[in-house]
């Protein structure tokens, strides 16, 4: 059966109060693969502005050239992961780190899709026709704890909130959920603070698609 996903982004909105709409993202391996009415990105952005712009209601897929963010684009699969940024290089020159191992070791740890996607699709939940790979929320804290609370309603257990400040929206809440097939909770970046409408009250949870059905289950039900 087909998933109705603007009935779910509409409790979703809610259940949590949530001002934006929650974002879908899909990874599309190869061309073909693209879901059908879908125009591409008018200009080049980054993945965390894309994200922005899809939760006020835009949808649009962006190609790696579309990707303005290098380094996010390679840890979504999106493009290249830059040599410098892979290897921590890119921070510690910036001084986010006190020492180059530090600025390695974080990096390492951070996780990345290792296959190279044709393109990235973004849109607000409601409007999609097609499954997608990570439903993203931007959130404040209190919204967040909602969230958390419906992720382990049903099987109990602990939310996990895997970050280091770097690579948030990219890593953190897509390539994170992606790769692990859990919800991760980020305090965005310096970056996408910087780029993007990102509130100092916000945060962003990203979620699963695989298991959403569950959570709307569990807002539902949850005292």
Do not use: W
């Not at 591409?40 to 894309?50: D, G």
């Not at 895997?162 to 919800?183: K, L, N, T």
């Amino acid at each position: 059966m087909k998933t109705d996903y603007g009935t779910i982004s509409e409790k979703m909105k809610d259940k949590l109060g949530l001002e934006r709409s929650p974002v879908a993202v899909k990874l599309v391996l190869r061309e073909e693969d693209l879901p059908k009415g879908i125009e591409r990105i008018s200009e080049p952005a980054r993945h965390c502005e894309m994200v922005m712009k899809a939760s006020r209601g835009e949808m649009f897929y962006a190609l790696a050239e579309d990707q303005e963010c290098k380094g996010g684009a390679g840890a979504i699969g999106a493009d290249e992961m830059p040599e410098k940024v892979k290897t921590g290089e890119f921070y510690y020159e910036l001084g986010r780190f006190s020492s180059f191992p530090a600025a390695k070791r974080t990096l390492d740890l951070i996780p990345k899709i290792d296959l190279r996607f044709y393109a990235v699709v973004y849109a607000p939940l409601e409007k999609i026709e097609f499954d997608p790979d990570v439903i993203i929320v931007v959130c404040n804290p209190a919204q967040a704890l909602r969230l958390v609370q419906a992720l382990v309603y049903t099987k109990g257990g602990r939310a996990r909130g895997d970050f280091a400040g770097i690579q948030s929206i990219c890593a953190d809440a897509v390539a994170g959920p992606y790769m692990r097939g859990e919800a991760n909770i980020t305090l965005a970046c310096s970056g996408s603070r910087q780029y993007s409408d990102i509130k100092e009250d916000e945060l962003i949870v990203g979620l699963t698609a695989e298991n959403i059905d569950c959570i709307i289950e569990a807002l539902e039900e949850m005292a």
